[in-house]
Protein backbone atom coordinates (compact mmCIF):
# COMPACT_ATOMS: atom_id res chain seq x y z
CA UNK A 1 0.00 0.00 0.00
CA UNK A 2 1.14 3.83 -0.49
CA UNK A 3 1.51 5.79 2.03
CA UNK A 4 -0.61 8.45 1.32
CA UNK A 5 -3.73 8.78 3.50
CA UNK A 6 -7.20 7.39 2.42
CA UNK A 7 -7.86 11.60 3.10
CA UNK A 8 -5.25 12.17 0.50
CA UNK A 9 -5.82 9.64 -1.78
CA UNK A 10 -9.30 10.68 -1.64
CA UNK A 11 -8.71 14.08 -3.02
CA UNK A 12 -5.69 13.07 -5.85
CA UNK A 13 -8.62 10.73 -7.57
CA UNK A 14 -11.65 13.01 -7.26
CA UNK A 15 -10.96 14.74 -10.53
CA UNK A 16 -10.94 11.16 -12.06
CA UNK A 17 -14.20 10.75 -10.76
CA UNK A 18 -15.60 13.90 -12.53
CA UNK A 19 -16.80 12.40 -15.85
CA UNK A 20 -19.02 9.32 -14.10
CA UNK A 21 -20.55 11.70 -11.29
CA UNK A 22 -21.52 13.95 -14.27
CA UNK A 23 -23.15 10.69 -15.67
CA UNK A 24 -24.49 9.62 -12.63
CA UNK A 25 -26.86 12.64 -12.98
CA UNK A 26 -28.47 11.59 -15.63
CA UNK A 27 -29.87 8.09 -14.23
CA UNK A 28 -31.45 7.16 -11.18
CA UNK A 29 -29.47 6.37 -8.18
CA UNK A 30 -29.85 2.50 -7.22
CA UNK A 31 -32.83 2.14 -4.50
CA UNK A 32 -29.88 0.81 -1.70
CA UNK A 33 -28.10 4.04 -2.23
CA UNK A 34 -31.11 6.63 -3.08
CA UNK A 35 -32.88 5.96 -0.45
CA UNK A 36 -30.24 5.41 2.36
CA UNK A 37 -31.14 7.53 5.09
CA UNK A 38 -28.41 9.40 7.22
CA UNK A 39 -26.97 6.87 9.60
CA UNK A 40 -28.28 3.95 7.45
CA UNK A 41 -24.56 1.68 6.88
CA UNK A 42 -23.29 1.35 4.05
CA UNK A 43 -23.73 -1.98 2.07
CA UNK A 44 -20.63 -4.41 1.01
CA UNK A 45 -20.23 -8.12 -1.14
CA UNK A 46 -17.31 -9.59 -1.93
CA UNK A 47 -16.34 -13.05 -3.53
CA UNK A 48 -13.35 -14.51 -3.18
CA UNK A 49 -11.77 -17.17 -5.16
CA UNK A 50 -8.26 -19.46 -4.00
CA UNK A 51 -6.96 -20.18 -7.60
CA UNK A 52 -4.02 -22.21 -6.33
CA UNK A 53 -6.61 -24.22 -3.58
CA UNK A 54 -9.19 -26.95 -4.41
CA UNK A 55 -12.70 -25.35 -5.13
CA UNK A 56 -13.32 -24.08 -8.26
CA UNK A 57 -16.26 -21.73 -7.37
CA UNK A 58 -16.25 -18.61 -5.37
CA UNK A 59 -16.98 -17.49 -2.06
CA UNK A 60 -19.55 -14.70 -1.79
CA UNK A 61 -19.43 -12.89 1.20
CA UNK A 62 -23.08 -10.54 1.76
CA UNK A 63 -25.79 -10.38 -1.03
CA UNK A 64 -24.79 -10.99 -4.09
CA UNK A 65 -26.85 -8.01 -5.61
CA UNK A 66 -26.12 -6.17 -8.01
CA UNK A 67 -24.14 -2.74 -7.81
CA UNK A 68 -23.25 0.24 -10.19
CA UNK A 69 -19.63 -0.77 -11.45
CA UNK A 70 -18.32 3.01 -11.83
CA UNK A 71 -14.51 2.43 -13.05
CA UNK A 72 -13.75 -0.99 -12.61
CA UNK A 73 -15.90 -1.49 -15.53
CA UNK A 74 -13.29 -0.43 -17.42
CA UNK A 75 -11.25 -3.88 -17.21
CA UNK A 76 -14.31 -5.49 -18.86
CA UNK A 77 -13.93 -2.52 -21.59
CA UNK A 78 -10.48 -3.70 -22.81
CA UNK A 79 -11.50 -7.14 -22.41
CA UNK A 80 -14.27 -6.45 -24.88
CA UNK A 81 -11.88 -4.52 -27.36
CA UNK A 82 -9.50 -7.17 -27.07
CA UNK A 83 -11.84 -9.48 -28.20
CA UNK A 84 -12.80 -7.89 -31.35
CA UNK A 85 -9.25 -7.40 -31.95
CA UNK A 86 -8.72 -11.52 -31.80
CA UNK A 87 -12.01 -11.70 -33.98
CA UNK A 88 -10.27 -9.47 -36.46
CA UNK A 89 -6.94 -11.76 -36.21
CA UNK A 90 -5.20 -8.34 -35.33
CA UNK A 91 -3.43 -6.76 -32.14
CA UNK A 92 -4.76 -3.49 -30.73
CA UNK A 93 -3.68 -0.23 -33.03
CA UNK A 94 -1.36 2.39 -31.50
CA UNK A 95 -4.12 4.28 -30.95
CA UNK A 96 -6.21 1.78 -29.40
CA UNK A 97 -3.52 1.28 -26.60
CA UNK A 98 -2.82 5.25 -26.43
CA UNK A 99 -6.58 4.74 -24.63
CA UNK A 100 -5.93 1.63 -22.95
CA UNK A 101 -3.16 2.30 -20.92
CA UNK A 102 -4.30 5.53 -19.12
CA UNK A 103 -7.85 4.51 -19.39
CA UNK A 104 -6.60 1.30 -16.62
CA UNK A 105 -3.13 2.45 -15.17
CA UNK A 106 -4.81 6.24 -14.05
CA UNK A 107 -8.50 5.38 -14.48
CA UNK A 108 -8.95 8.07 -17.41
CA UNK A 109 -12.43 8.53 -18.18
CA UNK A 110 -12.00 10.61 -21.79
CA UNK A 111 -9.54 7.34 -22.46
CA UNK A 112 -13.02 5.27 -21.45
CA UNK A 113 -15.32 7.25 -23.50
CA UNK A 114 -13.11 6.83 -26.46
CA UNK A 115 -12.67 2.74 -26.05
CA UNK A 116 -16.75 2.62 -25.10
CA UNK A 117 -17.67 3.96 -28.51
CA UNK A 118 -14.85 1.88 -30.35
CA UNK A 119 -16.31 -1.51 -29.09
CA UNK A 120 -20.00 -0.41 -29.43
CA UNK A 121 -20.93 0.73 -26.09
CA UNK A 122 -23.80 -1.27 -24.33
CA UNK A 123 -24.31 -3.72 -27.17
CA UNK A 124 -20.51 -4.36 -27.65
CA UNK A 125 -19.88 -4.95 -23.86
CA UNK A 126 -23.10 -7.31 -23.54
CA UNK A 127 -21.56 -9.19 -26.88
CA UNK A 128 -18.17 -9.48 -24.88
CA UNK A 129 -19.83 -10.23 -21.58
CA UNK A 130 -21.90 -12.90 -22.66
CA UNK A 131 -18.25 -14.83 -24.47
CA UNK A 132 -16.58 -14.71 -21.23
CA UNK A 133 -19.45 -16.43 -19.19
CA UNK A 134 -21.08 -13.07 -17.25
CA UNK A 135 -24.24 -13.40 -16.30
CA UNK A 136 -25.36 -11.03 -13.91
CA UNK A 137 -23.95 -8.13 -15.36
CA UNK A 138 -26.04 -5.04 -17.20
CA UNK A 139 -24.26 -2.95 -19.76
CA UNK A 140 -25.01 0.50 -18.79
CA UNK A 141 -27.47 2.72 -21.01
CA UNK A 142 -25.70 4.87 -24.05
CA UNK A 143 -22.46 6.49 -23.08
CA UNK A 144 -23.02 5.94 -19.49
CA UNK A 145 -20.43 2.80 -19.25
CA UNK A 146 -20.06 3.69 -15.63
CA UNK A 147 -23.68 2.74 -14.65
CA UNK A 148 -23.54 -0.79 -15.38
CA UNK A 149 -24.69 -3.04 -13.28
CA UNK A 150 -22.71 -6.14 -11.73
CA UNK A 151 -22.59 -8.55 -8.76
CA UNK A 152 -19.41 -9.68 -7.37
CA UNK A 153 -19.43 -13.10 -8.52
CA UNK A 154 -19.78 -12.14 -12.06
CA UNK A 155 -16.32 -10.06 -11.31
CA UNK A 156 -14.58 -13.36 -10.49
CA UNK A 157 -16.03 -14.98 -13.64
CA UNK A 158 -14.07 -11.70 -15.62
CA UNK A 159 -11.19 -12.06 -13.56
CA UNK A 160 -11.35 -15.86 -14.36
CA UNK A 161 -10.82 -14.93 -17.82
CA UNK A 162 -8.26 -12.63 -17.31
CA UNK A 163 -5.96 -14.62 -14.67
CA UNK A 164 -7.35 -18.08 -14.73
CA UNK A 165 -6.42 -19.33 -18.60
CA UNK A 166 -5.57 -22.81 -17.57
CA UNK A 167 -9.19 -22.91 -15.43
CA UNK A 168 -12.40 -24.69 -15.64
CA UNK A 169 -14.49 -21.94 -16.39
CA UNK A 170 -15.94 -22.87 -20.12
CA UNK A 171 -15.87 -19.28 -20.98
CA UNK A 172 -12.17 -19.48 -20.22
CA UNK A 173 -11.70 -22.47 -22.38
CA UNK A 174 -13.36 -22.05 -25.58
CA UNK A 175 -10.65 -20.65 -27.62
CA UNK A 176 -11.68 -18.31 -30.16
CA UNK A 177 -14.30 -17.19 -28.07
CA UNK A 178 -12.23 -16.34 -25.14
CA UNK A 179 -9.10 -13.96 -24.38
CA UNK A 180 -5.99 -15.51 -25.53
CA UNK A 181 -2.68 -15.69 -23.60
CA UNK A 182 -1.60 -12.58 -24.85
CA UNK A 183 -4.79 -10.92 -24.68
CA UNK A 184 -4.93 -11.84 -21.03
CA UNK A 185 -1.08 -10.68 -20.16
CA UNK A 186 -1.79 -7.31 -21.41
CA UNK A 187 -4.39 -6.46 -19.11
CA UNK A 188 -2.61 -8.28 -15.84
CA UNK A 189 0.15 -6.03 -16.99
CA UNK A 190 -1.88 -2.96 -17.27
CA UNK A 191 -3.81 -3.89 -14.07
CA UNK A 192 -0.52 -4.15 -11.87
CA UNK A 193 1.03 -0.87 -13.37
CA UNK A 194 -2.17 1.56 -11.67
CA UNK A 195 -0.68 4.68 -10.41
CA UNK A 196 0.34 4.27 -6.54
CA UNK A 197 -2.49 6.55 -4.99
CA UNK A 198 -4.87 4.39 -6.92
CA UNK A 199 -3.38 1.19 -5.09
CA UNK A 200 -6.10 1.06 -2.41
CA UNK A 201 -8.92 -2.00 -1.79
CA UNK A 202 -8.19 -5.66 -2.73
CA UNK A 203 -4.64 -5.16 -2.61
CA UNK A 204 -5.00 -4.66 1.07
CA UNK A 205 -5.40 -8.21 1.68
CA UNK A 206 -1.79 -9.38 -0.18
CA UNK A 207 1.03 -8.42 -2.30
CA UNK A 208 1.90 -9.00 -6.16
CA UNK A 209 -1.34 -7.39 -6.65
CA UNK A 210 -2.47 -6.12 -9.88
CA UNK A 211 -5.98 -4.47 -9.41
CA UNK A 212 -8.61 -1.84 -10.49
CA UNK A 213 -10.56 0.31 -8.89
CA UNK A 214 -14.15 2.67 -8.99
CA UNK A 215 -15.26 5.04 -7.18
CA UNK A 216 -18.67 7.14 -7.95
CA UNK A 217 -20.62 9.79 -6.05
CA UNK A 218 -24.32 9.85 -7.11
CA UNK A 219 -25.80 13.47 -7.01
CA UNK A 220 -29.27 12.11 -6.06
CA UNK A 221 -27.97 11.28 -2.76
CA UNK A 222 -24.31 12.55 -2.18
CA UNK A 223 -23.19 8.48 -1.32
CA UNK A 224 -20.43 7.07 -2.65
CA UNK A 225 -20.34 4.00 -4.56
CA UNK A 226 -16.66 2.22 -4.29
CA UNK A 227 -15.57 -0.73 -6.07
CA UNK A 228 -12.29 -3.17 -6.09
CA UNK A 229 -11.32 -5.88 -8.03
CA UNK A 230 -8.10 -7.90 -9.20
CA UNK A 231 -5.41 -10.80 -7.83
CA UNK A 232 -3.68 -10.71 -4.95
CA UNK A 233 -0.96 -13.09 -3.59
CA UNK A 234 -1.74 -14.21 0.21
CA UNK A 235 0.35 -16.86 2.08
CA UNK A 236 2.01 -18.12 -1.42
CA UNK A 237 -1.74 -18.54 -2.88
CA UNK A 238 -3.43 -16.58 -5.44
CA UNK A 239 -6.71 -14.88 -4.73
CA UNK A 240 -9.19 -13.78 -7.44
CA UNK A 241 -11.11 -10.60 -5.16
CA UNK A 242 -13.93 -8.50 -5.86
CA UNK A 243 -15.29 -6.14 -3.51
CA UNK A 244 -18.43 -3.73 -4.26
CA UNK A 245 -20.64 -1.31 -2.30
CA UNK A 246 -22.02 1.69 -1.95
CA UNK A 247 -23.71 3.78 0.05
CA UNK A 248 -20.88 5.32 1.72
CA UNK A 249 -20.94 9.05 3.41
CA UNK A 250 -17.57 10.09 1.49
CA UNK A 251 -15.17 8.04 -0.39
CA UNK A 252 -12.82 7.52 2.12
CA UNK A 253 -15.55 5.91 4.09
CA UNK A 254 -16.39 3.60 0.96
CA UNK A 255 -12.48 2.70 0.39
CA UNK A 256 -12.03 1.77 4.50
CA UNK A 257 -15.42 -0.15 4.21
CA UNK A 258 -14.05 -2.06 0.94
CA UNK A 259 -10.46 -2.53 2.63
CA UNK A 260 -12.28 -4.24 5.64
CA UNK A 261 -14.54 -6.39 3.31
CA UNK A 262 -11.75 -7.89 1.55
CA UNK A 263 -9.34 -8.72 4.74
CA UNK A 264 -12.00 -10.28 6.17
CA UNK A 265 -13.56 -12.52 3.28
CA UNK A 266 -9.93 -13.31 2.10
CA UNK A 267 -9.00 -14.73 6.00
Known sequence: MPSLTIRA???LV???AATLVTTAALHPA???AASSPAGTPAHATAAVLD????GHAPVVH??????DTASIVKVDILAALLL???DAGRGLTAQERAHAE???KQSDNVAADALWRRIGQADGLTAANKRLGLTSTTSGPGGKWGLTRTTASDQIRLLRAVFDGDGDDTAVKTGATALNAGSRAYINTLMSQVVPEQKWGVSAVGSRHALKNGWLQRTTSGLWDVNSVGQVTV???RYLVAVLSNGSASMAEGVSLVEQTARGAVA
Do not use: V
Open 9 to 11: RTG
Open 14 to 16: LAA
Open 30 to 32: PAS
Open 51 to 54: LDGT
Open 62 to 67: GEDTAY
Open 84 to 86: QAQ
Open 102 to 104: PMI
Open 235 to 237: NGH
